[in-house]
């Protein structure tokens, strides 16, 4: 049967009946997961969110300062809205995930934000590659999402930055293109 649910969107607190739906979720004993950006998420939200048994939350974030990080969202205040919404979320002691979706736009600043993501005391920092799919596809059409050489290339140094800063830094990297030695 069913075990895992994956609440993930376009932005699911923008669904009106979401407080009531992790319950609803939570009363079926299954594992909560949420992907957001963070935004809509105060202290009354985090509270909910905790008392509803959600597992794991992943925020997204796509890079350690507000110009990188609204240059890809559009939305100016969005990255100082996420970081209230991670604090909110740490203040409950919830398990907290960063999402950074890579692009040409922000691909130096990998250990940057592995740092900035250790330093903001969440539990790691997930590096999504960005595809020709969803909201991606412009960027892809604009020459802006990397190569297959580049997702390979900037994997290795997500590797290596997992072990030298002892922090989870891991990537959406499918297995096949991976290294034998990390599988």
Not at 97 to 104: D, E
Request: charged content about 25%; proline content about 3%.
């Amino acid at each position: 049967g069913l075990s895992n649910v994956k609440l993930t969107g376009g932005e699911p607190f923008i669904y009106a009946e979401i407080m009531e739906l992790l319950p609803a979720l939570k009363e079926r004993d299954l594992k909560i997961n949420i992907e957001t950006n963070g935004t809509l998420i105060r202290e009354k939200e985090a509270r909910q969110i905790k008392k509803s048994g959600v597992w794991h939350i992943s925020v997204s974030l796509d890079g350690p300062n507000a110009e990188l990080h609204e240059e890809l969202r559009g939305v100016k205040g969005s990255f100082k809205d996420a970081l209230k919404g991670i604090e909110c979320l740490k203040k409950e002691g919830m398990n907290i995930q960063v999402i950074m979706a890579l692009w040409q736009g922000n691909k130096d600043k990998i250990p940057e934000m592995a740092r900035f993501a250790k330093e903001l005391g969440v539990n790691s920092l997930k590096i999504n590659f960005v595809s020709h799919v969803g909201k991606g596809h412009e960027l892809g059409n604009m020459n802006e999402t990397l190569s297959l050489e580049e997702c390979m290339k900037y994997h290795k140094i997500i590797e290596d930055l997992n072990f030298s800063l002892n922090f989870m830094v891991h990537s959406s990297m499918p297995y096949s293109f991976r290294s034998m030695n990390h599988i």
